[in-house]
């Protein structure tokens, strides 16, 4: 089994900053894409930012310039560098990744993790 542990969340003022991390576990052979999504009450899951295998990375108009996705692929670990914050970034933030147990990759999910920003 494979599981993704989210970490980081918090409550910080509008302008501050935070870095979420999401390590993978468990019966792992190689992981493709790892990403960060949102979810805001009320509104639908969004992507936030996925970086590949080899480090490519794409990012939602509305944190381009302001979040960073990193990994490290030693570690199972995907980083989301949080600056400069607004209150419409308040949401669950959650990890996901394309993990690799046997041939195909399969969609994970981590358990979510609030970030709250004030005004």
């Known amino acids: 089994q494979v599981q993704l542990v989210e970490s980081g969340g918090g409550l910080v003022q509008a302008g501050g900053s935070l870095r979420l991390s999401c390590a993978a576990s468990?019966?792992?052979?190689?992981?493709?894409?790892m990403g960060w999504y949102r979810q805001a009450p009320g509104k639908e899951r969004e992507l936030v930012a996925v970086?590949?295998?080899?480090?490519?990375?794409k990012y939602a108009d509305s944190v381009k310039g302001r979040f960073t996705i990193s990994r490290d692929n030693a570690k199972n670990t995907v980083y989301l560098q949080m600056n400069s914050l607004k209150p419409e970034d308040t949401a669950v933030y959650y990890c996901?990744?394309?993990?690799?147990?046997?041939?195909?990759?399969?969609?994970?999910w981590g358990q979510g993790t609030q970030v709250t920003v004030s005004s």
């Open positions: 996901n990744a394309g993990v690799v147990v046997t041939y195909w990759p399969d969609d994970y």
């Open positions: 468990g019966s792992i052979f190689s992981i493709s894409h």
């Open positions: 970086i590949s295998s080899g480090g490519s990375t």
